[in-house]
């Protein structure tokens, strides 16, 4: 069976020639960050890198090595305006003629890597309007204008999923000719869901409706719900929301009181908003307690959200219980 590469689903879908040019060389460098991992202690490059990021996260020896790597790859492509990691400070101003903006997480998951468990590269491309050389407010646009968004997920075999607005669409990579080939054309979420996806560990730190939503859902066949439902937890966002995308269920991670004045952990920028943008192309919905994901206008690239995400019923029911 001949299968689609993602050059040719790329210019089958008419995609500008600018924003194919970002896409295959995130794919290209992608390659070599998944050949990386694959040598993983035989190369020396696990562990800790003995600096924080501006998240005051350890950063492992392999979050700087991705994200120096797509840092150099997109730095070489014309149509990349400028760039925001969640490895980099401050936003890094590229080719001034460029039409986009790309944020990345390089490695998200990455406290997996040491025990050889999975990891993914999270992207999201955004168009540029704003001023010649860019600053950190041109990125701050909701995730709805989004043009592309994806990930590559670093597992048994490494995928790329990737969404540019016409659905979702999952590419597995042939290592013996190093190209991603269409593995699943149309992805779609369920609307109601069997698992779910939290850190239970936190559970006391929760507000008291995602305390009675969680238990209602524990409760299974003989609680409210009727039905059991089964649990799962990888600790990366990437591994967990591909679950999603590919057997349904809703996934969160919530605000807690452990550090009240953060918004929640994970980043709306360079994680929830990309992930959002796949979930809600395949058919699901993303939510803060408070509404959709994608319409939140964005006052710092680094800034965090709460996320309640997956299928569409499940999700809708989890943000009543907020609501009520
Ligand atoms: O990037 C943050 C992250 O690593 C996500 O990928 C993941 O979902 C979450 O944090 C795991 O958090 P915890 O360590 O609290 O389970
Ligand atoms: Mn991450």
């Not at 689609?4 to 924003?19: C, K, R, S, T």
């Not at 996260?57 to 997109?74: C, F, R, S």
């Not at 550090?259 to 920028?269: E, F, I, V």
């Not at 994608?294 to 996320?307: A, G, K, S």
Request: hydrophobic share 45%.
């Amino acid at each position: 069976m001949s299968r689609i590469a993602l050059p040719q689903y790329l210019a089958n879908a008419d995609v500008a020639p600018e924003l194919q040019s970002i896409i295959l060389g995130l794919a290209d460098v992608s390659i070599n960050i998944s050949k990386s991992l694959a040598k993983g202690a035989l190369a020396g490059i696990l562990g800790a890198a003995g600096a924080e990021n501006v998240q005051g996260e350890d950063q492992k020896k392999l979050d700087v090595i991705a994200n120096d790597m797509i840092k150099d790859a997109l730095a070489a492509i014309p149509a990349v305006r400028g760039l925001a990691s969640e490895e980099e400070t401050d936003v890094v101003p590229c080719h001034t003629n460029g039409s986009f903006l790309v944020t990345f997480d390089p490695l998200d998951g990455s406290s997996n890597i040491d025990i050889n468990s999975m990891v993914g590269t999270i992207f999201s491309v955004l168009p540029h309007s704003g001023t010649e050389v860019v600053t950190e407010q041109d990125f701050l646009q909701p995730g709805r204008h989004q043009s592309a968004a994806g990930y590559v997920l670093y597992g048994p075999s490494v995928m790329l999923v990737l969404s540019i607005g016409k659905g979702v669409v999952m590419f597995t990579l042939d290592q013996d000719v190093n190209n991603y080939l269409m593995t699943d054309a149309e992805v779609a979420i369920p609307a109601d869901a069997k698992e779910f996806s939290i850190n239970m560990s936190n559970q006391r730190h929760w507000v008291a409706p995602m305390q009675d939503y969680i238990a209602d859902l524990m409760a299974g066949k003989d609680g409210p719900r009727g039905k059991d439902f089964n649990m799962r937890w990888v600790a990366a966002m990437v591994a967990d929301v591909h679950r999603i995308l590919c057997r349904g269920g809703l996934f969160t991670y919530p605000w807690d009181s452990r550090k009240p004045d953060q918004a929640g952990k994970l980043r709306l920028m360079y994680e929830a908003n990309p992930m959002g943008y796949l979930v809600e192309q395949a058919g699901g919905e993303v939510w803060t307690p408070d509404g959709k994901i994608l319409d939140i206008q964005p006052e710092h690239i680094h800034q965090r959200v709460p996320v309640i995400l997956g299928a569409a019923n499940e999700v809708a029911l989890c943000v009543d219980y907020h609501q009520r």
